[in-house]
C-alpha cells in the first residue's frame, strides 16, 4: 500500500524527524489562509501517488497567500499523471544548502533490508552514477547498530561527531526504526534536505506492505486501484486490466502469465491478468468470470489445471453464469486436475467441450477473436 | 536418491487440525509420505488420522525422530511457528502459508541460515520426491518417480508442466517449490546444487518468471553444470508488476526483466522454451542423447 | 541495585502484568485507612530488601482495619532481618487456587538470559525437586518468541489455548521484555497466584544491573549500602566490611582475595576487602586509607602490584595520611610495579621500608597485629 | 607459536584518542605489538604516534589487514564498538572497558559466537604472547618469553603470578585474560584447548577465583589435558559475593564455593597452590621433570 506524502510526513514527524512546516487543504481559499499563516514562500505540492509530480507539474511555488491561491486552484484544475488532485499540503520554502537522498527497502537478491543513501538527492536520482550510490545491508538479527549509520555517514563524505554527521545517524537509525516498525517495503526522503546543521525530509515516499496491513492498524488507509481491481481484490483475485479483447482467467500467478504468453504467441491480445488461484470456490469464480465479461472482452479463454482448486467448482461457476447472466461472447475452456471428469460432465450439459491441453485451447480462442 | 526428502523422511505437520492442515496430511499419507506427528496448542495428547498430535514441535521432538515439518497455520502465526521448528533443530521447514508479512519471512530466513536448516517457501507448493515423499500441497496423481529435477518458483505453472511430463511418462527425481513470495528460503542455485550432485537426476527443469534476479543468479551456476538446464521464464506478455520507487529502480539498474533473464540463461548454456508446454519434447530429446 | 517489592509491582503493572490492589503507607493510622478503603481481608508486608521476610515476622494479614492498624504498628517496631522498616504495602488479600513460581535471571555458564519456572512456587522454591524446576535459556539474538513461552507453558503442564494457558505466555512474554528493557539481572515472581484464569504477582523481586543504571532513568534509586560502602563506592572503590583487625588495601579484586587468603593463610583476620584497583590515584588512595582508619584496625596491610596504578601515587597518598591525619597502628607495605622506585624512596622518608613479596608483608602484619 | 595472537598480529585501537586508548597505545608499541591502525570518529586521516586514525573500523579495514581490534572507548558506546569490529570480521576482539552493562555483554557474546570470532574480555587487562605481541593493558616489563600458557579472570592478581614467574626467569607463552565480569566471550576451556595444542606451552596457569562455574568447566576439559596444569583459586576465605535471589540459588545448586572448585579441579588432576606466590615454585619442578 502507498502512503500519500502527507502521510508519510506524519510518520516522520511522530518518529521525531525533521520535517517542514506545512498543512494540507482540499480548495484554494484554504490554501492561501494556510500559506499567510506559514509567513514567507511556500510551497503547494499536489498528493498523489505518482512519483513525477514536479516534472507534471504538480509543485509550485507562491512567495504570497495571493499567488498560493492562484497557484493552488491551478493544480486543482489538473490531472497530475492520470490522477486528479484531491489534496494539496502547503509547506514553507526551505532554505537549501544540500539535496541528500536517502532510503530504506529490500534486497531481494540478498533477502536483507538495504540502506540507500547518496549526496546527489533532487529530481533525478535514477540518473546518478554509482559512485555516488551507497548500499548497506542490514542484518535483521543485528539490527540497526550506531556503528552501521555512522558508517554510512562516513561514506557519504560527511565529518562524523559534527553537529551535521550527528544528526545524519540519527535520521537513518530513526528512518530503519520506522521501516522496521511500519512494515515498510520502502521508505524513501529525496530530497533530505541539508539546511546548516538540520536535517529535513522535504517529500516522503512509503510502501507498507499489504501482508502486514492486519497488525498496522493506526496506520491510516489509501486505495490506489481501479474499482474494478478492488472488487477483485476484495474476492482475493488478483487482476490487472490491459489492453486486448481476449479475457483470460486462470488459476495460479504463473499458469496465468504463461496463459498471456501463449495468447500472445498465437498473435492474440489479451484483455486482462486474472488469478483465480488458491483454492477460489465456485462463488469466486462466478464473480471473476462476470468481471471478465465486464470488460467486453471478444473471447474467454479458461485455463484450469486444478490442485487446490477444483474442476467440478469452476463448471459449475461457468454453468450457472450461463444460464443466469449470458455470456454473449465464445468461451473456450481448458480444463484438467482435480475432479476433472465431474467438470466436464458439468460443461457438457451447457453445451461446453473442454480442452486437454492449453496449447489447442489457446490456439482456438485467439481464432475466435479475430 | 533424490534431493532434500526421500523414502526415510519423517514428516511433521505444524497446525494439523486446521482445514488445510488436515485435508493435506491425507493426502500426503495417501502419496506415501511418512507424516509421524502433528502438532496444535491445547491438542496435544489427541491423534488426527491416526497421528498423534503435541502442543508443541519440541514436545513432539521428545518422541520423534523429525527429519521436516511442513507449516500449514495461518500468515500471523506462521513466523513463530517456523521459528520454532527451526530453533527445534529441524532441517527442512517447508512453508506453504501465504500472505506472510515480508519483515517475517526476513526473519524466517536470517534464523534458518544462523541455525543451517532449509527453509522451503513461504508461499510454497512444497517439495515432492516422486514415489517417496510429498511435502506441501501439490495434486498426488501428476508425481511420478524418473530422471528429471525440477525447480520453480510458482505453484500451478509447476503442475502444468509437471503435469505434462507425467502424461509422456517422463517422471521427475525432485520436485521443488521455492515458493512465490519475494523473500524465500531457497535460491534456484541452492538447488540447482544439489541436483547437480544427485545421481538420480539427470536433466533439470527451471521453471522462472519476470522480476527480480533469482534467473540471473542461477545463471552464473548453471555454466558450471554438467548437466544440461530447460528453462521457462513466464511472464514475457504479462503486465510488469509494481516497482519499489527510486530505491527498486537503483537496486535493479535494469536487471528482472524477460529480455535479461533469457540471455544470462542463455549464455549460461541453459535451453529456452518460450511456451510452458514444449518442455516435454525437448526434455525427451535430451534424455535420449544421454 | 536492589528494588523494593512494591517498585517491582508498579513496574509490573506498568507493563500490563496484573498486581493485587494494594498501597504503601508509612504509618499505621494510614495502615487502617488503606485497609478500609481495599476492604475485606489484607496483607500487611514490610518493605525490606531482605529475602526471608515472611518467615522473620514482617508479613501479617488482617481481617479488617483495626486488626491492620494493629499489624502495622508491630511491624513497625520489629527489624526484619537486621533492616529497619520504613514502609509497609497494604494489599488485598488474594482468593489462591495455585502458588507457581517465575524467574528470568542469567545463565552465567550459558552467558545466556534463563527463564526459571515451576508450578511449586511459595516460601520454599529452594527446596523443591529439580523435576519441578523448568529452564529455558533464551538465544538473545532470537528473543522471547511467542513458541518459547507456549513450550514453557507446555511444560509447566497448563493446557495451551486455555485461558490460563493464554494468560500464562503472556505473562512469560511480559517479563522478559521487562527483564531485557530494564536491564535486569534478575526479575522474580514468587508467588505467582494462580486465582481462576487469572495470573497476579503476588510479590517482586528485582535486581538492576548496576553498570546499566546510566540509561535507566526513569527507574526509581534505591541504597543498601552501609555508610562506609556507600563512601567507597562514590570514590569508585570496592568495599566490603569483615570482622577482623587486619586494615587491607590491595589494587584489583584479584589480588586482594589473594591478600585475605595469605592473611587467614598466617592464622590473622582481615578487617575489610578494599579493593583500590583500577587506576585509583593519589587522592583516591588516601581516601581509601582514611576509610581503613575509621574501622580502627589494629594494623594495616598495603598490597599493590602496579599495573596501571602507580606506585608513587601510593606512597604520596601514605605519606600525607600520615603527616596530616596520623596513623596509630603499624602498616606494612608492599609496593612492586610501576614507578617502584619513586614510591619506595617517598616511603622511605616517613620511615616505611617497602617489601618486595606480598608473602613477606603479610607474615609481618599478621604478627604485628597479634 | 603461541596462542591466539603473535608477532605478526596486525591490531587496530578503538578509541586510539581517549587517554586510555593513547596511553595504551604507546605501551603496547613500546613491547612490539603491530598496532597500525587505530579508530575515532570525527578524526580520520589524522595520526596519533604515527599511528594512522580512521572513523571507523571498516574505514581501516579498507587500507590494512587488521587481525585483532582491542576496544578502549567508554562503557555507553563498547557494546557498539564491539561489534562494529565484529562484523568488519575481525577475529579477535579485546574489550578492555569495564563496567560495560550485562545485557551489552551478552549481545556481544552472541554476535561473536555467530561470527565466529574471539572476543577477550569485556574487563579484562588483555592478551599477552610474550615477546611477541601484547595487546590491552598489562605493564610490559613482566610478560618474558617461556612455557607456561598462562589463563586468569582476574588482572593484577594475574600481573602477581607472572610477575613472580618472570622474576624467577621462567617465561610465559601467552597470557590471556579472560576478563572480569561475569558474562565475557572465552571460557577456561576455550583457552585451556589452545594451550594443549600449542607446541610452545608446556605447562598451565590457571587463575581462578570464586563464584560462577568456569573453574569446574575447565575441571572437565583438564582430566583430557597432556599437559600439567597449576591452578590457584583466589578467594578461599573473601567475602561471598551477592546472589541472585532464589532463581540465582536454583541455577548454582551449591556450585561456585572455593571447595567445590578445588575438589574439580583436585580430582581432574590439577595441582592446586594454595597461595599466589607458591606458583613459581610449583612450576619449577613441573618444567624440570618435563
Same mark, same amino acid.
Not at chain 1, 545524519?168 to 528512518?175: F, M
Given at each position: ?5 502527507y502521510?508519510g510526513?506524519?510518520i516522520?514527524?511522530k ?11 482540499n480548495?484554494s481559499?484554504?490554501?492561501?489562509f494556510?500559506?499567510k499563516?506559514i509567513?514567507?514562500a511556500v510551497? #503547494?505540492?499536489s498528493q /498523489?501517488? !505518482? @512519483?513525477k509530480?514536479g516534472? $507534471?507539474g504538480?509543485i %509550485?511555488f507562491?512567495?504570497?497567500p495571493?499567488q498560493?491561491?492562484a497557484a493552488?486552484q491551478e493544480?486543482?484544475?489538473m490531472?497530475v499523471q492520470?490522477h486528479a ?6 509547506e514553507?520554502k526551505?532554505k537549501?544548502d ?6 530504506i ?7 536483507r533490508p538495504v540502506?540507500?543513501a547518496?549526496i546527489?538527492?533532487g529530481m533525478d536520482i ?7 550510490i551507497i ?6 538479527e ?7 549509520a ?17 544528526e ?8 530503519y526504526?520506522?521501516?522496521v516498525e511500519?512494515?515498510a517495503?520502502?521508505?524513501e #526522503?529525496?530530497?533530505? /534536505?541539508i !539546511? @546548516?546543521?538540520?536535517?529535513? $525530509?522535504?517529500d516522503s %515516499?512509503?510502501?507498507?506492505d499489504?501482508?502486514?496491513?492486519y497488525?498496522?492498524?493506526e496506520?491510516?488507509r ?6 474494478v481491481?478492488?472488487?477483485?481484490h ?15 482467467m486462470a488459476n ?6 504463461g496463459?498471456?504468453?501463449t495468447i500472445?504467441?498465437?498473435g ?9 488461484g488458491?483454492g477460489?470456490?465456485e462463488?469466486?469464480t462466478?464473480k ?21 482448486t477444483?474442476?467440478d467448482?469452476v463448471a459449475?461457476a461457468?454453468?450457472s453464469?450461463k444460464?443466469?447472466?449470458?455470456i454473449?461472447v465464445p ?6 486436475g482435480t475432479n476433472q ?5 458439468i460443461?457438457?450439459e451447457?453445451g461446453i ?9 489457446i490456439?482456438?480462442v485467439v481464432?475466435l477473436?479475430? | 536418491m533424490a534431493i532434500i526428502?526421500?523414502?526415510t523422511?519423517?514428516?511433521l505437520?505444524?497446525g494439523?487440525?486446521?482445514?488445510q492442515?488436515f485435508?493435506?496430511t491425507k493426502?500426503?499419507l ?5 507424516v509421524?506427528a502433528?502438532t496444535?496448542p491445547g491438542?496435544?495428547?489427541t491423534t ?5 498430535v ?7 521432538i ?11 497455520v495461518?500468515a500471523t502465526?506462521?513466523?513463530d511457528?517456523?521459528l520454532e521448528a ?21 526473519a524466517i ?6 541455525v543451517?536448516s532449509i527453509?522451503?517457501?513461504?508461499n510454497?507448493?512444497?517439495?515432492v520426491?516422486s514415489?517417496?515423499c510429498k511435502?506441501g ?5 501428476f508425481?511420478?518417480p524418473g530422471?528429471v529435477?525440477?525447480?520453480?518458483r510458482s505453484?500451478?505453472l509447476?503442475y502444468?508442466?509437471?503435469?505434462n511430463l507425467?502424461a509422456?511418462n517422463?517422471?521427475q527425481s ?7 513470495d ?11 546444487k ?8 539427470k536433466?533439470?527443469?527451471l521453471?522462472?518468471e519476470i522480476g ?5 543468479e ?7 553444470m554438467?548437466?544440461p538446464?530447460?528453462?521457462y521464464?513466464?511472464g ?5 508488476g509494481k516497482?519499489?520507487g527510486?530505491?527498486?529502480a ?6 528482472g526483466?524477460?529480455e535479461?533473464k ?7 548454456g ?7 508446454f514444449?518442455v516435454p519434447g525437448i526434455?525427451k530429446?535430451?534424455?535420449l542423447?544421454l
Open positions: 500500500m502507498k502512503m500519500f506524502e502521510m510526513k506524519e516522520f514527524s518518529y521525531g524527524l525533521k520535517v517542514p512546516k506545512g498543512r494540507m487543504v480548495n481559499e484554504d490554501a492561501a494556510i500559506a499563516d509567513g514567507g510551497v #503547494i505540492k /498523489v501517488l !505518482s @512519483g509530480r516534472k $507534471a504538480g %509550485k507562491a512567495d504570497n495571493e498560493a491561491k493552488a493544480i486543482f484544475e490531472t492520470g488532485v484531491e489534496i494539496l499540503l502547503i514553507e526551505l537549501i544540500k539535496e541528500f537522498y536517502l532510503a527497502t529490500i534486497d531481494l537478491a540478498a533477502k540502506i540507500i547518496s546527489k538527492g535514477e540518473e546518478v552514477a554509482e559512485d555516488y548500499k548497506e545491508q542490514i542484518d535483521v543485528l539490527g540497526m547498530q550506531s556503528f552501521i555512522s558508517d554510512i555517514v562516513r561514506r557519504m563524505g560527511v565529518t562524523l561527531n559534527s553537529p551535521l554527521g550527528k545524519l545517524v540519527r535520521t537513518i537509525r530513526t528512518l526504526r520506522i521501516f511500519i512494515d517495503e520502502l521508505v #526522503i529525496n530530497p533530505l /534536505v !539546511s @546548516g546543521d538540520k536535517v529535513i $525530509a522535504a %515516499k512509503i510502501t507498507i499489504d501482508a502486514a496491513l497488525r498496522q492498524i496506520l491510516p489509501v486505495e490506489e486501484r481501479t474499482v481491481e478492488k472488487t477483485a476484495d474476492l482475493g483475485l488478483s487482476f490487472v486490466e490491459l489492453n486486448g479483447d481476449i479475457g483470460v495460479g500467478a504463473g499458469i496465468t502469465m496463459t498471456l504468453d500472445t504467441y498465437y492474440g491480445k489479451s484483455a486482462n491478468f486474472l488469478d483465480a488458491g477460489t470456490g462463488e469466486g462466478a471473476a468470470l462476470e468481471l471478465i465479461l465486464s470488460r467486453n472482452p471478444k473471447a474467454i479463454v479458461i485455463n484450469i489445471f486444478g490442485g487446490i477444483r474442476c467448482d459449475r461457468l454453468a453464469v444460464k443466469n447472466i449470458g454473449p468461451v473456450v475452456v481448458r480444463l484438467v471428469e465431474a467438470g466436464r460432465a460443461l457438457k451447457v467441450e473442454a480442452y486437454d491441453f492449453m496449447q489447442d485451447a490456439k482456438k481464432e477473436s479475430r | 526428502i526421500d523414502e523422511t519423517n514428516v505437520v505444524q494439523i487440525s486446521g482445514k492442515g485435508f493435506h493426502q500426503m495417501t502419496y506415501g509420505s511418512k509421524i502433528g496444535s491438542k496435544g495428547g488426527i488420522e491416526g497421528i498423534p503435541y502442543d508443541s514441535v519440541r514436545a513432539a521428545e518422541k520423534h525422530r523429525i527429519d521436516a515439518s511442513v507449516v500449514f495461518p502465526m506462521a513466523k511457528a517456523a527451526l530453533a527445534a533443530g529441524i532441517k527442512v521447514v517447508v512453508v506453504v502459508t501465504e500472505h506472510i508479512p515480508v519483515h517475517d519471512e526476513m530466513v536470517a534464523y534458518a541460515k544462523r543451517n527453509v522451503i517457501g513461504p510454497t507448493f512444497g517439495i520426491s514415489g517417496k511435502i500441497i501439490p495434486p498426488n496423481q508425481f511420478i530422471p529435477g525440477v525447480v520453480a505453484g500451478t509447476t502444468e508442466i509437471v503435469g507425467t509422456q517422463i517422471g525432485t520436485v521443488v517449490g521455492m515458493g512465490g519475494r523473500v524465500v528460503g531457497l535460491t534456484f542455485v541452492d538447488v540447482l544439489k541436483f547437480e550432485q544427485d545421481p538420480e537426476t536433466v533439470v527443469v521453471i522462472g527480480g534476479f533469482a534467473e540471473e542461477a545463471s552464473q551456476y548453471i555454466k558450471e554438467t548437466k538446464v530447460v528453462a521464464i513466464a514475457k506478455s504479462a503486465p510488469q516497482q519499489m527510486h530505491a527498486g537503483i537496486i535493479e539498474r535494469g536487471k526483466t524477460y535479461g533469457v540471455k544470462a540463461l542463455t549464455e549460461a541453459a535451453k529456452i522454451v518460450e511456451l510452458p514444449e526434455i530429446e535430451l534424455l542423447k
